[in-house]
């Protein structure tokens, strides 16, 4: 079985943050997790990705987004471009435009919560 990979917008070193709880609960749920934010640092031993660069990622299961709708329409375009199989958009960062464009490529997107998803065993 291939690894899902599930890659975490807005993540921050700031252990008090959601975006930083998601990553280490993904992990713990078996996913390769992949940080990216535009504040450096690491998450346990995973290195935070620079947004900004827009790095090259292939074969990602799921983008959860932990940023507000307002800070999402310059990375919306590279987000769809990396043809997630689902988008969730977390408490705060619902965008009912970026939403219905996932649909319309047929891609998996709902408002939910990453961290209850998770512990309620459907993620």
Known sequence: MME?????VGASPNPARYSYS????LQKHAFKVIPLGIRSGKIGEIEILDLRTKPALDNIHTISIYMSAKNQAEWKDYLLSLNPKRIIFNPGAENDEFLREALDKKIDAINACNLVMLSIGNF
């Open 22 to 25: 998601a990553v280490t609960q």
């Open 4 to 8: 899902k990979k599930a890659v975490v």
